[in-house]
């Protein structure tokens, strides 16, 4: 079971509109987490269920999609976003993470 | 506060054993499914285990089946991973994570509490 992410990694400047897709190698309804990592921390949920905003999460984040394709959106970049962003599929086991999208400063 | 606080990490030999504690606190933890989800140095995220509220339901990944083992004790709040016949490919940060419901029988809506990690070490 395969989750495949683009871009691997992306420069933006503050302000900007990021678009990180994920696809799946076979159709997961709706059942996809989205994850921010900064360096030497612990991952940090962002969306749950393709496109629910976990509590306490800047309405910036956003995700939307289903079966094998889905996307995380920030709609402005904010300083504090620079980051490394996975999806996972939480559909059935074994439980797969995509490789991450390396958000850097422009 | 809802944390999660692992433990037991260390630099081991190839083929030795080690166990990985997380002591949970600030939340239920007998109402929830937790995981093991580790990540080697530079690498991205592997799920390893999962194991249902009660125990009853568990799940490995190939990479560690038969070597690894996950438990819970919901009378210490705490959650446990044996890992014998360690490899060198075994070296990672180990975050212990709790999932949003406490069955492991149905999908997932994600993981929303991450413990800092434990470093696990294999080399001679």
């Known amino acids: 079971f395969q989750m495949t992410q683009s871009p691997s990694s992306m420069s933006a400047s503050v302000g900007d509109r990021v678009t990180i897709t994920c696809r799946a190698s076979?159709?997961?309804?709706?059942?996809v987490a989205w994850y921010q990592q900064k360096p030497g921390k612990a991952p940090k949920l962002l969306i749950y269920d393709a496109s629910s905003l976990y509590r306490g999460v800047p309405s910036r984040f956003s995700g939307s999609g289903s079966g094998t394709d889905f996307t995380l959106t920030i709609s402005s970049l904010q300083p504090e976003d620079y980051a490394t962003y996975f999806c996972q599929q939480a559909n059935s086991f074994p439980f797969t993470f995509g490789p991450g999208t390396k958000v850097e400063l422009k | 506060e809802v944390q999660l606080v692992e433990s037991g990490g260390g630099l081991v030999q190839p083929g030795s054993s080690l166990k990985l504690s997380c002591a949970a606190s600030?939340?239920?933890?007998?109402?929830?499914?937790m995981y093991w989800v580790r990540q080697a140095p530079g690498k991205g995220l592997e799920w390893v285990s999962s194991i249902s509220w009660s125990g009853d339901n568990i799940e490995y990944a190939d990479s560690v089946k038969g070597r690894f083992t996950i438990s819970r004790d919901n009378a210490k709040n705490s959650l446990y991973l044996q890992m014998n016949t360690l490899r060198p490919e075994d070296t990672a940060l180990y975050h212990c994570a709790k999932d949003m419901s406490p069955s492991i029988k149905v999908a997932s809506s994600g993981l929303d509490v991450w413990g800092q990690g434990a470093t696990v070490t294999v080399s001679s």
């Open positions: 076979q159709g997961i309804s709706t059942w």
């Open positions: 600030g939340f239920r933890f007998d109402d929830y499914a």
